[in-house]
């Protein structure tokens, strides 16, 4: 008997089924990082169909963070009202609406002063210098200060982007911290900033206000080192009384397009050690591939390009159907060759 349709309570956060609309950066916001009538059009089309949980794209919290144009800011009350019209129109439909919050680190397209976790050179000669501990806990104030205009707008929680080589993830894995004050070193140093976040939100927003992290599973570097890591810091999640931990991993875009539910050994052996509530992420595209996540115990599944190919996909799922995704990936260039569009396949699949 699947579980796809089983209701979960995480925290305060009730859910009426198992699935996630995973964080997926729309191109929708307006050029001055507002919510749009068209993300929002978005986000109902996935709540009608049947999405117990989304999550937005990564929003931004503070100028020198931005990883895309048309990323939402939420470093200024004037996000709110937009949020707040966002979780209204997705609760009418029995779906909760929570908000992921994001810094860009390095990988920030509006700075020309990038900083990272440790001093490294990047891509097309640019440089980024070492945070300061000054700097480090100004972005952690950042986080718990947008989590509190979430928290105005009325939407169910925020989600910490800890993966993808975004800023928290650099904190977190040994192929980018190389630190030796409190923020590096050890595994405890290395969660410290999530740490220092997460605590920082409940006192806040207070503790019942459901913080979710989305985290990477594995590591470039010592990945067996990092899985032991993670078996820590997942411990301290569930310990905080974190709502739900997202498992994704650093190299989704490359892997195989045949291939299916890529981090599922990696999460179930976590899932044996660990109390924290978990969702998977990465290759789901068939009910057969949600069931194996489910049957492994793992709480929640959540998709992404699914989605954006096609946001019904789920009574197509249920009925035996196969999302037509390509994993092709030119969802990430897409909006911007061919405005309007989200996917190579809308055109096919738009004349059915
Ligand atoms: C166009 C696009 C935008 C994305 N934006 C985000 C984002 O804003 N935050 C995030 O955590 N992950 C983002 N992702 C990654 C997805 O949430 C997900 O982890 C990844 O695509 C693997 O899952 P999938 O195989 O179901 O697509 C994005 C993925 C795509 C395709
Ligand atoms: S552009 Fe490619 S990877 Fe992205 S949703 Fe469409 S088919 Fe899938």
């Known amino acids: 008997m699947s579980r796809l349709n089983d209701p979960i309570v995480l925290g305060k956060l009730a859910c ?20 749009t009538d068209e993300e ?31 990323q939402i800011n939420v470093y200024a009350d004037s996000c709110i009202e937009g ?40 891509k097309k000669n640019r440089h980024a210098r070492e945070m300061t501990v000054a700097e480090i806990r100004a972005v952690e104030k ?23 080589s975004y800023l928290l993830s650099r904190f977190l894995d040994t192929t980018f911290n190389q630190r030796t004050d409190e923020y ?37 570097t010592d990945d067996d080192a990092y899985e032991r890591d993670l078996v820590y810091m997942l411990s301290r999640t569930k310990r905080m009384g974190v709502a739900l931990v997202e498992l994704s991993g650093v190299a989704f875009l490359d892997e195989p397009r045949d291939k299916h539910v890529y981090y ?19 290759g789901i595209r068939s ?16 998709m992404s390009r699914a989605f954006v190919c096609e946001p019904d996909i789920l009574p197509k799922l249920k009925a035996g159907e196969s999302s037509q995704c390509l994993s092709c990936n030119r969802c990430f ?11 190579v396949r809308q055109r096919k699949l738009m004349k059915k």
């Open 264 to 282: 599922l050994s990696r999460a179930s052996r976590l899932r044996r050690v660990v109390e924290q509530p978990l969702s998977l992420v990465g």
């Open 142 to 164: 950042t986080f718990i200060n947008a989590a509190v205009r979430v928290k105005q707008s009325g939407a169910d929680g925020v989600q910490l982007h800890a993966a993808h």
């Open 83 to 122: 949020l707040r019209r966002a979780a209204e129109t997705v609760h009418a439909h029995g779906a909760k609406f929570v908000v992921q919050l994001s810094h860009a680190g390095p990988r920030a397209i509006d700075t020309e002063d990038l900083a990272d976790v440790t001093a490294r050179e990047l």
């Open 287 to 302: 009910l057969e591939d949600i069931e194996r996540v489910l049957e492994d115990g793992i709480d929640m599944v959540s």
């Open 16 to 35: 009426k089924n198992r699935i996630i609309r995973s964080a997926t950066h729309s191109f929708l916001g307006s050029p001055d990082g507002k919510i």
């Open 40 to 70: 929002i059009s978005m986000y109902e089309t996935l709540a009608k169909n049947g999405v117990g949980l989304i999550i937005t794209g990564h929003c931004c919290v503070a100028p020198g963070g931005r990883a895309n144009e048309e």
């Open 333 to 343: 260039v897409i909006a911007h060759l061919h405005p309007g569009m989200r996917c």
């Open 184 to 220: 590096g070193g050890d595994k405890e140093g290395r969660f410290r900033i999530v740490e220092d976040i997460i605590r920082g939100i409940q006192e806040a927003c207070g503790d019942d206000f459901p913080v979710l992290v989305k985290i990477n599973c594995d590591s470039k």
